[in-house]
């Protein structure tokens, strides 16, 4: 069985964590969210290696990055993610054969 939990108890833990290293009271969002587009660097290396480890290492590193520029900007990062599916939810489409997503007009 795969270990999870919640998204929201993942984003307090996260959020306890960065709080005990001092993220929030010395880093920046700027910093967070330049540290986000490495570890998404890291995930566009993982999926072009299909590394499966490495993507989920990726993924979870990016998680956390957005998790604190999310704090250090007083947002809600469920309410951002949860806004933006708003957005897209009535989007219609299709996938190209060069695997990009083409909006409707």
């Known amino acids: 069985m795969k270990e999870t939990q919640s998204f929201g108890m993942?984003?307090?833990?996260?959020?306890?964590?960065a709080e005990a290293r001092g993220i929030y009271a010395n880093g920046t969002a700027l910093g967070q969210a330049k540290k986000t587009l490495e570890?998404?660097?890291?995930?566009?290396?993982?999926v072009a290696s299909n590394d499966r480890a490495e993507i989920a290492d990726?993924?979870?590193?990016?998680?956390?990055?957005?998790?604190?520029?999310?704090?250090?900007?007083?947002?809600d990062l469920r309410q951002c993610f949860y806004k933006a599916y708003k957005v897209i939810e009535p989007r219609k489409g299709y996938m190209n054969k060069n695997g990009q997503f083409v909006k409707e007009s």
């Open 58 to 75: 990726a993924l979870g590193d990016v998680m956390v990055t957005l998790v604190n520029v999310a704090v250090l900007c007083d947002m």
């Open 39 to 46: 570890e998404a660097g890291e995930l566009l290396a993982a």
């Open 10 to 17: 993942t984003e307090f833990q996260v959020m306890q964590w």
